[in-house]
């Protein structure tokens, strides 16, 4: 895989929602001292993303950089997330409780990745927390938008996540996500639709036949 294709992965994933944040696991003794209101914002948020069942939505991601995609998430929690992305076709994400599968359709090749090793997988888990000693996360609320933001200064995974929310149905609106070389990635969700039954099919891991494609 070239390193320019490994970047733009790298950068989707992180994207992917959900991506979502630097090996979370626990809750923290600081957040025991914040403020209860920020607290509060911070673990409506976490119920919210837990609460989900499955959610189908279309997506337009936009780069600062000037790059620009779109495509359908489909997530089945907890552990079955797949993104296509449709503009450009030539990616296609696909989660299991184990692996991170990336269909390359250009290059007609899938390659596994350990969840775990992505950003991914704390979206993954049964009980979703944004709280975590390897970063800070802060909480605001003005004009019917939550947003929950969470930064981590070093390490493989610095930078900023920023989660917005709809303080009345607490449905997730969209992402923004700024690396160290503050390039600012935004993902916007649309016509989400909650608790729809989805096909297995869609989180099949794709093969190629080689031999036919030669």
């Known amino acids: 895989m070239s390193l320019s294709l490994m970047m733009s992965i790298k950068r989707r994933i992180f994207i992917a929602i959900w991506v979502l944040v630097w090996g979370i696991s626990g809750l923290p003794a600081f957040a025991q001292s914040r403020d209860v209101s920020e607290t509060q914002l911070i673990q409506r948020a976490e119920q919210a993303i837990t609460g989900i069942k499955t959610l189908q939505a279309d997506f337009l991601q936009i780069s600062s950089d000037g790059s620009v995609g779109e495509g359908i998430l489909y997530f089945r929690r907890p552990t079955q997330l797949r993104l296509e992305y449709k503009n450009p076709e030539t990616l296609t994400l696909i989660t299991s409780s184990v692996w991170l599968y990336v269909d390359d359709k250009i290059a007609k090749s899938v390659q596994a990745i350990p969840i775990g090793q992505t950003p991914l997988s704390p979206l993954l888990q049964e009980i979703v927390s944004f709280r975590s000693e390897k970063f800070s996360t802060s909480a605001r609320a ?49 016509n989400p639709v909650y608790d729809r039954a989805l096909e297995n099919r869609l989180f099949g891991v794709p093969g190629y036949d080689r031999a036919g494609d030669n």
Request: charged fraction near 25%; proline fraction near 0%.
């Open 142 to 190: 003005s004009d019917g938008v939550a947003v929950i933001s969470m930064t981590k200064e070093d390490g493989e995974a610095a930078g900023q996540l920023d989660l917005e929310f709809d303080t009345d149905s607490w449905q997730l609106r969209r992402w923004v996500i700024t690396d160290l070389l503050g390039i600012k990635t935004t993902v916007t969700l649309q």
